[in-house]
């Protein structure tokens, strides 16, 4: 497995040609191949997918030291976060975020409250995960209506899918970092006893307030730590069937306010394929999972008074057929989603959003088939049936139920030797979430005054995207063109005036809330992406590699205005030295202003961060590697423009970690 250094944090594709020459290094415990994973259930390869898939490994995870998946995920194209604090940073695609991007475990929904507000974080660590895919196009059609704007799945080994080579193998890590005094830790064990397979795994986090420019940012501390076991038992022909459980706790302070969240999520998760061979039925998948989940706001001034508490008890199930070569298809598979999620409030947060239940069961169908030696076809279908019970501000329980109906078909051409064409278009609808149906009041995290509005249709989005990969003589290109038409786009919708916690609103700044209303517009979204990676010198002691980074997104409302809180522009590059025993990298990337703003929101000025790490694995025959890792090495002021808070709170400025991991 090819080593890839936090510089070159994109570029996994250039593995394969920079380790050519070199010696692999041993395999670690919980370490899995480079393949895609969600993107089809039948195709491990990217360059037979019509989308590009964004792919962030252990390495990197481990390297990069974020906790949370949007930070791990900000140097691939088209992703970013809402930063709105350590704890609570959920991922950002091409602009869409909260209820249409759907935050994955292994293929079954993360089971939180991050949908109902920026300031509620995702319960899943960065350091539990293997690696991290993101995934648009047809395939996010297998995983709901809320994946309208794309997928995030942290893969992890928590329910083994193949027995182990090894009896036991272990991975240890620790860490310490200078910008939040950041201590961290993990540890992972897989492996078997004659046909069972077990896994464990558990972490630690303690950050305090990090630095900024000039000084702290008060009250952006984290403390977080989690444990899973679980196992699979092997029979028959390639058939499997496993359990998990996980408990996952942290507590993180709100920048710019006094208050904290005191999280907890405790869930069970099961996985099964059996190999069935009737015909040209192959297989069968089985997944699913439930959790209770619970967060409390509290105020540290008042003895840590809870000021509201959100109960999330979820569970998600799914199965998927898996079939051979029939009629005109290459491969196929058919499968239904069963979805339930009973979301509740106390204190203060039933102020904001009292008691709903959501519902929804839907079947899908994914096929590939080949036209020609050259060009393949891919196409998915979803049909949704979605309730949603709630009360709104009139205090009149409301029923609404929807049906949402999504499409897709891609074409993948190999025009030429190393190069990839990719053609998709999707029609897809999403029902409106809880918050944007049934919101009613002050929301204390991100300073809102919310009202939802239980009368909102379906949003439906019409997109095309065209994709080129590019791979000649140690050179490769990965580039997306893509637009999206919405019908009915549902937003967070700012008036200009502020309001107290009682809803009595006026237009200026006295209030403490901002008032916002969710609406409805026809929207257009369009974006370009690009990652290019190149090897510009490979000799038997090591290889140097270039890369180049670049997205953008633009979102208007049909006739006049800017959608409010899309990400501005990034371009970035580096350089990256590896070789057996040490790496080196840098990576300067450019955050553009965003002046392209919705109404009363302020623009934010562009900056540039510079990063840098390197590592050093001083045993040939021992798996040691310790590591040097800078961000924000310049120490620049940084404001995300995608944040609700971002007028107060300043990103983290210079960090210097130190990283130790040991395989055995």
């Known amino acids: 497995m090819f080593r890839i250094p936090l510089g070159a944090a994109a570029c996994v594709a250039v593995g394969a040609a920079l380790t050519a020459n070199a010696a692999e290094p041993t395999r670690r415990a919980g370490d899995i191949e480079q393949i895609i994973v969600t993107a089809s259930p039948f195709s491990s390869d990217p360059n037979k997918i019509a989308t590009i898939v964004g792919q962030i490994t252990r390495d990197e995870i481990l390297r990069h030291g974020g906790s949370n998946l949007a930070d791990v995920l900000d140097e691939v194209p088209g992703v970013s976060g809402t930063s709105f604090a350590a704890g609570a940073s959920r991922p950002v695609i091409r602009g869409f975020d909260a209820n249409r991007v759907r935050i994955l475990e292994n293929g079954v929904g993360s089971f939180d409250v991050s949908d109902v507000g920026p300031d509620h974080g995702v319960p899943i660590d960065p350091l539990s995960a293997l690696k991290i895919e993101v995934v648009r196009g047809a395939a996010t059609l297998r995983f709901g209506s809320q994946a309208i704007g794309g997928v995030v799945n942290a893969i992890n080994n928590r329910v083994p899918l193949e027995l182990p080579a090894q009896d036991l193998a272990a991975e240890a890590t620790a860490s310490y970092g200078t910008g939040a005094d950041n201590i961290q830790g993990s540890g992972m064990v897989d492996g078997k006893a004659g046909n069972i397979a077990f896994h464990a795994d558990g972490f630690v986090r303690h950050t305090g307030d990090y630095s900024v420019p000039g000084g702290v940012q008060s009250n952006s501390y984290f403390r977080g730590h989690g444990v899973a076991g679980g196992g699979s038992a092997f029979f028959g022909d390639n058939s ?205 995290g991100p300073a809102t005054f919310e009202t939802g509005d239980p009368t909102l249709s379906m949003e439906r989005a019409n997109s095309l995207e065209a994709t080129l990969r590019w791979h000649y003589s140690g050179i490769e290109f990965e580039g997306a063109a893509w637009a999206a038409k919405f019908n009915n786009y549902i937003y967070g919708r700012l008036t200009g005036q502020t309001c107290d916690e009682d809803g009595i609103c006026a237009p200026d700044d006295t209030g403490e809330l901002k008032e916002m209303f969710y609406e409805q517009r026809d929207a257009t979204f369009r974006g370009l992406e690009g990652k290019v990676t190149a090897t510009l010198y490979q000799a038997p002691a090591g290889a140097v590699a270039a890369l180049v980074i670049a997205d953008v997104v633009r979102a208007s409302f049909r006739g006049a205005g800017d959608v409010p809180r899309i990400p501005p522009y990034h371009v970035g590059g580096g350089l990256a030295w590896n070789s057996e025993r040490f790496d080196a990298s840098f990576m300067l990337k450019y955050t553009g202003m965003q002046n392209n703003v919705g109404a009363f929101e302020t623009p934010t000025k562009g900056f540039a961060s510079v990063d840098a790490q390197v590592a050093w694995r001083p045993f040939s025959d021992k798996d040691v590697e310790v590591s040097l890792v800078g961000h924000n090495l310049t120490d620049r002021i940084q404001r995300n423009a995608i944040a609700l808070n971002k007028d107060d709170v300043v990103l983290p400025g210079r960090d210097i970690r130190v990283v130790l991991r040991a395989a055995f």
């Open 240 to 444: 499997r069937a496993g359990a998990a459980v996980v408990h996952y706790g942290a507590k993180y302070g709100i920048p710019g306010e006094d208050t904290f969240i005191d999280m907890r999520q405790t869930k069970g998760v099961f996985g099964s394929s059996l190999a069935l061979d009737a015909g040209a039925l192959t297989t069968l998948n089985i997944d699913g999972g439930y959790a209770d989940y619970k967060h409390s706001e509290k105020d540290p001034t008042s003895n840590n008074a809870v000021l509201a508490t959100f109960i999330d008890k979820e569970w998600d199930s799914r199965a998927e057929a898996l079939f051979g070569s029939f009629g005109p298809f290459a491969s196929a598979a058919l499968g239904v989603q069963v979805q339930h999620k009973d979301f509740s409030a106390l204190g203060e947060g039933e102020d904001y959003l009292a008691p709903t239940t959501t519902a929804s069961a839907a079947g899908f169908a994914f096929a590939e088939a080949g036209l020609s030696s050259k060009l393949r076809l891919q196409v998915g279908a979803r049909i949704e049936r979605v309730t949603v019970d709630g009360t709104p501000a009139s205090d009149i329980d409301v029923r609404r139920v929807f049906t949402p109906t999504s499409g897709a078909a891609g074409l993948v051409f190999d025009a030429a030797e190393g190069v990839t064409l990719g053609l998709t278009a999707t029609t897809a609808a999403r029902a409106p979430g809880q918050t944007e149906l049934f919101a009613r009041g002050p929301h204390d």
